[in-house]
Nanobody
């Protein structure tokens, strides 16, 4: 059974930084053919894609976070990270880790497995 567990997040002031991590337990059943990513949902808004990373480390970012957020992964450990710099109040929301068995993905892809989410709040 696949289980995604997020950690990190919290509160920061505008312009500050935060980091998220996600451990994918049970993803070994896919023999490494897995895309993972980060999504977020702001209060009253629909969930949106933030960043994804493929097996070959190819990445895709939402336009709103490009240049400020960096997704990375530890392939051997089925872990991904999201480093968030130059945070803005509009980055506030619940951030979800997601995974899907596929070679290629983007923030528009359908993901199968989801974590429970972790809160990120950016305010002064």
């Amino acid at each position: 059974q696949v289980q995604l567990v997020e950690s990190g997040g919290g509160s920061a002031q505008p312009g500050g930084s935060l980091g998220l991590s996600c451990t994918g337990n049970g993803l070994s059943i896919y023999y490494g053919t897995v895309c993972m990513g980060w999504f977020r949902q702001a209060p009253g808004e629909e969930r949106e894609g933030v960043a994804t990373i493929e097996r070959d480390f190819s990445t895709d970012y939402a336009h709103s976070v490009k240049g400020r957020f960096t997704i990375s992964k530890d392939h051997a450990a089925d872990k991904i990270y999201l480093k968030m710099d130059s945070l803005k109040p509009e980055d506030t929301g619940i951030y979800y880790c997601a995974a899907v068995r596929t070679r290629s993905c983007s923030i528009s892809s359908l993901f199968r497995h989801w974590g429970k989410g972790t809160q990120v709040t950016v305010s002064s």
